[in-house]
């Protein structure tokens, strides 16, 4: 019966160790909000100004006519199960802001909650970026403040 016992304590302790070091699940969250990022940014028919005599698309200068919600559900494909959402702002030179939204509707939902900052399932990652960028309008180049805040549930 010590033997039985030795034994059984043996399996035990094997499997408990095995257990610790397998994933279960690998956590995606970051990359698929840093892979939307890079998407909105650097996607010739997102955001990015397209220059109609060469046809070089210019990044880092954004386009102010391709800043709209229906321009960027349109050209940005981001096939996941939980849904991403964004709003994107300018600041522009004027003093007034361009705003434009990815998914408005579930932005307008999670932003609350993410900004809450709350840990564990049921609760949205938020982020937030702010960077100068250049954009165009009325032909002329002008330097103002991008901001994009991307929420994910995490459900």
């Not at 043996?10 to 257990?19: E, F, G, M, N, Q």
């Not at 959402?85 to 522009?92: D, E, F, G, N, Q």
């Amino acid at each position: 019966i010590p033997k039985l016992i030795f034994l059984s304590i043996a399996i035990l302790v094997i499997v408990i160790l095995t257990s610790l070091f397998i994933l279960n699940r690998v956590q995606t969250d970051q990359l698929e909000v840093s892979v939307f990022f890079n998407r909105l940014m650097y996607s010739e028919n997102a955001l990015m100004y397209k220059d109609p005599d060469s046809g070089i698309t210019m990044f880092g200068v954004i386009d102010l006519e391709k800043l709209n919600s229906t321009n960027l559900e349109r050209t940005i494909s981001f096939p996941s199960d939980r849904l991403i959402a964004a709003k994107l702002s300018i600041s522009l030179k004027t003093g007034t802001s361009h705003i434009a939204y990815y998914h408005e509707e579930w932005f307008e939902n999670y932003a609350p909650l993410g900004k809450l900052a709350w840990k564990g399932s049921g609760g949205v990652d938020y982020v937030k970026k702010q960077f100068y960028i250049n954009y165009i309008k009325d032909d002329e180049i002008n330097t103002g403040l991008l901001t994009i805040e991307i929420v994910r549930p995490r459900s």
